[in-house]
């Protein structure tokens, strides 16, 4: 019998009973460079959740999966760690070491502009 997701009630795959981290959806600009072996620089890329562990991104790079990366991501610096899967344009990176998602979600809230109905204290 299918191990099902309480929350979604849809059967789990083999990759989402597998993560252990929680993800922080978000749509996020970075860039990606990859390290050794043919440099491209760093391209763009969307990021579209981010965990301590790694992140999910749209990518039409040329990265396989193993290839070395940095990825720069505004709030985080330069996060250096390996590509776990590439699909669909889309890339999976699983990072070195752990990471803050917090710290790039605040650093959006802290760049965002005020709205205009707001007026500062006097």
């Not at 959740?49 to 790079?61: E, F, I, Q, R, Y």
């Not at 250096?80 to 803050?100: N, Q, Y």
């Not at 917090?102 to 965002?112: G, I, N, P, Q, V």
Request: aromatic share 6%; no cysteine; net charge positive.
């Amino acid at each position: 019998m299918a191990d099902i997701d309480p929350l979604n009630a849809r059967p789990r795959t083999k990759a989402r009973s597998r993560r252990k981290s929680a993800r922080e959806s978000l749509f996020l600009s970075a860039t990606i460079r990859r390290v050794g072996g043919l440099d491209l620089g760093f391209l763009p890329v969307r990021v579209r959740n981010l965990s301590p562990v790694g992140l999910m991104a749209d990518h039409d790079g040329l990265t396989r999966p193993g290839d070395r990366v940095m990825v720069e991501v505004r709030g985080l610096g330069f996060v250096p760690g390996e590509v776990a899967w590439v699909r669909h344009g889309r890339i999976g990176v699983r990072f070195d070491d752990a990471i803050d998602p917090k710290r790039a979600r605040t650093w959006l809230s802290s760049e965002a502009p005020a709205p205009k109905s707001f007026k500062p204290a006097s």
